[in-house]
């Protein structure tokens, strides 16, 4: 059974709904709590979202944008009115994909940077996702330069009911730009740029990558190996620590993706763990205690909205209809509405 949750602190817009299955809510000290299939959140009054700080790289985006061709560059803050920047970046939607499972999942041995596909399973899981979020709007997608993420962020958007075309972007040289141009304005119209970026990679896992990890907890010991895997800033040998992660991941989520937020595009995001769980603490403010219980699980959309220079967690959207979805905004259904009535 869904429940309609109205609290000060995700905003006086809430249209959201919990469903029991998946989802619960507690609410007290002035605070809500989300527990969400392997994903816990507190959201209080000074934790909910944040004013982005750091809006002087618009100008890089716009250089690193100009160059490609189904690419729509955002407007710099002095290039675009006020009137109308203000009203394109009222609320976008920020939907955040771990990949399905992967081969190496499915073995369980830990995986990196090393760059290993979906198991059908991982495939279904990626269907179900593109199922969850079909009735959100998006206009650009980010990946890791890893096909795991590449593989879900594909099969999740064969499954959205606006069936625009998700193309990746080839910008690695003056070739390679050249040689995937688009003659059309109509068809760029109906395409998804997608951008694949190596900053969004999984952790680098070190002498972990390829080893089982029961097998390294039995040699290791099993508080050793958590420390880990799930500490803020203790690397795994001659890996990566979730911070030095975030060094790559958070800079990039701030220089390249929250501009195109402030510009009023919704965006996806399909990475990993780790990489995810950085950009996760950074949006949600976690701290480095905080982080250590976060747990994404495969497959599993999470929705945020951006509004007004804020972050709001929404939860995961679980089917796409209505009954299920509780985490629309006024905005996400009239979107929804609109594909209701041009699309059948
Ligand atoms: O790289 C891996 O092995 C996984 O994708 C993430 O592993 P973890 O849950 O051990 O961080």
């Keep these: 059974m869904a429940a309609l949750v109205s609290h000060p602190n995700i905003g006086t817009q809430s249209y959201g709904y919990l469903t029991s299955s998946s989802l619960h809510h507690e609410v007290g000290d002035n605070s809500l709590r989300f527990i969400s299939r392997g994903l816990k959140i507190k959201i209080g009054p000074s934790r909910r979202g944040y004013i982005c700080s750091d809006h002087r790289n618009f100008d890089r985006v716009q250089a690193s944008a100009s160059q490609t061709s189904v690419f729509e560059p955002v407007s710099t803050p002095l290039q675009s009115n006020t009137s109308n920047s203000q009203k394109k970046s009222n609320e976008v939607a920020l939907i955040l994909i771990r990949h399905?499972?992967?081969?190496?999942?499915?073995?369980?041995?830990?995986?990196?940077?090393?760059?290993?596909?979906?198991?059908?399973?991982?495939?279904?899981?990626?269907?179900?996702?593109?199922?969850?979020?079909?009735?959100?709007?998006?206009?650009?997608?980010?990946?890791?330069?890893?096909?795991?993420?590449?593989?879900?962020?594909?099969?999740?958007?064969?499954?959205?009911?606006?069936?625009?075309?998700?193309?990746?972007?080839?910008?690695?040289?003056?070739?390679?730009r050249a040689w995937s141009e688009v003659f059309s304005e109509d068809t760029k119209k109906q395409s998804i740029p997608v951008i694949a970026a190596w900053q969004l990679n999984e952790r680098m896992y070190g002498e972990l990558q390829g080893l089982n990890k029961q097998e390294t907890a039995d040699r290791y010991g099993k508080e050793k190996v958590h420390e880990w895997r799930r500490s803020y800033d203790i690397p795994p040998p001659n890996g990566e620590s979730l911070e030095m992660c975030a060094e790559r991941a958070v800079a990039y989520f701030k220089d390249q993706i929250e501009p195109q937020l402030l510009s009023g595009k919704n965006v996806m995001i399909a990475a990993h763990g780790n990489s995810l769980r950085s950009i996760i603490m950074h949006l949600d403010e976690l701290t480095s205690q905080e982080v250590i219980s976060l747990e994404l699980s495969?497959?599993?959309?999470?929705?945020?909205?951006?509004?007004?220079?804020?972050?709001?967690?929404?939860?995961?959207?679980?089917?796409?209809?209505?009954?299920?979805?509780?985490?629309?905004?006024?905005?996400?259904?009239?979107?929804?509405q609109k594909l209701d009535e041009t699309l059948h």
């Excluded at 497959?299 to 979805?325: C, D």
């Design 100 to 176: 399905g499972e992967s081969l190496w999942n499915e073995k369980n041995l830990f995986t990196g940077c090393v760059d290993v596909p979906l198991t059908k399973k991982g495939v279904e899981e990626a269907i179900e996702a593109g199922k969850r979020i079909s009735n959100i709007p998006v206009d650009m997608i980010y990946t890791s330069a890893l096909i795991r993420a590449q593989m879900t962020a594909m099969l999740a958007m064969t499954q959205h009911r606006r069936r625009k075309v998700p193309i990746i972007i080839h910008n690695e040289s003056e070739q390679a």
């Design 298 to 336: 495969t497959g599993i959309p999470m929705l945020y909205i951006f509004k007004e220079g804020k972050f709001i967690r929404r939860g995961s959207p679980v089917a796409p209809t209505e009954a299920g979805v509780y985490a629309y905004t006024r905005r996400l259904a009239l979107y929804r």
